[in-house]
Structures are given as structure tokens and as C-alpha cells.
């Protein structure tokens, strides 16, 4: 990610640190060497959140993260090494999709709604996995372009969605 989205990013995880006190949250969390951009957790329940900037497939993050999920990979070990997994009991994924993935003609682009898709498909083939996808009411600029001075209201929003979620 570049600069801007490392900014999001952690204002994004500051804020759920300041509404979500029952978490303990982090940035770049690996599970099972793939990154998470935000995860908390408390006891049993994780919440693992991925920001989706502009990314050329948003489906391959959340298709990785549910098989990771499923394979028992939560807690950072491999793939094969499930001895955390016992003892969790929920995870929540949230996808931020900033408005990188709106069309210009209404609705959202093939790449979103292929990794809406797969999230949905998880959640309901996982029992204690739930999925929901998250508007990010901002269309970043491309790499060295300038920031939009509402990035700070528009992260904040968001992370107040999804606290309100939880």
C-alpha cells in the first residue's frame, strides 16, 4: 500500500481502538503469511478487516482470507497448524471498498461485486465466520496524487459503521 492507505489504515485501527475498547487491534496481522490491514480480537472473536484501495482483484484478498479461515490458519502459524482454531468462536471480516470500484454508469464494478460474492459464499459455508462489505465514500487518488482534505471524515464514518456493527 502506499503512503495514503497506510494513513487510512491506521487511523482506521486508532479509531476502532478508541470505540472498541474490548479489542486488542493491530495492523498487518499475518495469517498464515498472508497480511490482514486490521484485526482485533477479544477472548474467542476476531475481527479482521480488509481496505480495498485499488486493488486489481479484490476477490483473491477475500478468497485468501476465508481459505486461510477454513484451514484453521488463524492465529499466524501455517496452514496446517490449527492448534489456536479450537477455541475461536466468531470472526467478523469486513471489506472496505473505497469508491475506486463504482462505475461511472450506477452500481459497482465486476471486481467488487466477484469479492462481495465469495465473501458471502464463505460466511455461508462457515459457520462462525460472518462477511459484510463496508463503503469507503472516497475515491483515492492514484500514487503521488493529492489527498482529498475529507479523508479523515470519510475514515471515521467508516470505522463508525463498522464499530456500530460489532
Excluded at 146 to 163: K, L, M
Aim: glycine share 8%; proline share 4%; net charge negative.
Amino acid at each position: 500500500m502506499g503512503t495514503f492507505a497506510t494513513a487510512v489504515q491506521n487511523r482506521l485501527c486508532d479509531t476502532f481502538a478508541e470505540r472498541c475498547v474490548g479489542y486488542e487491534w493491530e495492523t498487518e496481522r499475518r495469517i498464515a503469511g498472508t497480511p490482514v490491514d486490521i484485526a482485533g480480537r477479544r477472548s474467542t472473536e476476531w475481527v479482521l478487516v480488509e481496505l480495498e484501495w485499488r486493488r486489481a482483484d479484490p476477490a483473491d484478498n477475500t478468497a485468501k482470507l476465508f481459505r486461510h479461515l477454513a484451514e484453521g490458519a488463524l492465529d499466524g502459524g501455517n496452514a496446517s497448524d490449527t492448534s489456536d482454531t479450537p477455541n475461536v468462536d466468531r470472526v467478523t471480516v469486513f471489506q472496505i471498498f473505497t469508491d475506486y470500484y463504482d462505475l461511472a454508469s450506477g452500481g459497482v464494478s465486476a471486481k467488487r461485486e466477484n469479492a462481495e460474492f465469495v465473501g458471502r459464499v464463505a460466511s455461508d459455508a462457515l459457520d462462525r465466520f460472518t462477511y459484510t462489505p463496508v463503503e469507503f465514500d472516497l475515491d483515492p487518488p492514484k500514487r503521488g496524487g493529492e489527498r482529498p482534505d475529507e479523508w479523515r471524515t470519510v475514515a471515521d464514518a467508516t470505522a463508525r459503521t463498522i464499530a456500530a456493527r460489532l
